[in-house]
């Protein structure tokens, strides 16, 4: 059973080098699930994220992945490891960035690090780059993935059901923080007649540069630069 002393709880998918809403997400709750138990859908946030040409027009980077089902779920999606595309995602940043500042120079680094352990699971590797990031960002949140003794199947009707379903199995009282472009997903009578408080995230800078993956905001700004844009959001305690 779940840890009791955990108050707040949010569920995402395994995403590939996500924009800062997602890390906002994690660093509001104390505990962060990657939901890998649902269908994959091809050319989504989790195999591919973007960053901004000079122009500010955008550009895909990508993990490769080996064929699959198209109903198969993101938990059996393996990444195409016979193919270089590390040492292609890294010319793509040090094409886009350039290496002739300290600060980019070492972001790099950081980011080759991150590839220095081989997963062959999509949902292992993002959680990996979820992690790692993270711990760059100075975001203590646990990260889990979901697994089947957390939840009733049976119970799972459509998308909000996931969240009732892991904030029982946390037991105790417990907030699920949702972002709020999803705020639709969830019934909440549902959620008040189980004790349980649902609130809503959402970014509120008016900065271009946010819409883009993390990679772009550790190649352009600073440490302290990249704290303060992850505080710029609010959260709506009832239904917007």
Known sequence: ????????????????????????????????????????????????NRLPKPNGEAFYIRVPLQKHHQKDKIKVIQVKNNTPWKDQLYNQIRSTYGTKTAHNRQRIEQLL????????????????????????????????????????????????????????YMNGTVTYVNPIAGANLFDLDRFKSNSIQIEFLQNTSNSHD???????????????????????????????
């Open 1 to 48: 059973m779940g840890n009791s002393d955990l108050k707040r709880v949010a569920i995402m998918q395994p995403y590939f080098f996500p924009y800062i809403g997602y890390f906002q997400l994690i660093s509001d709750v104390d505990k962060f699930f990657l939901l890998d138990e649902v269908q994959f859908i091809r050319h989504g946030w989790i195999e591919r």
């Open 113 to 168: 690090d991150i590839f220095h352990q081989h997963h062959e699971s999509i949902t292992r590797l993002n959680e990996h780059i979820l992690k790692s990031i993270c711990l760059i960002l100075g975001i203590s949140t646990k990260i889990e993935v979901i697994t089947s003794n957390m939840y009733n199947s049976d119970l799972i009707k459509g998308p909000g059901d996931w969240a009732l379903e892991i904030c029982k």
């Open 210 to 240: 946010t819409q883009f993956s993390i990679i772009h905001l550790l190649m352009t700004f600073t440490d302290e630069q990249i704290a303060t844009m992850l505080d710029d959001y609010i959260i709506t305690k009832n239904d917007p």
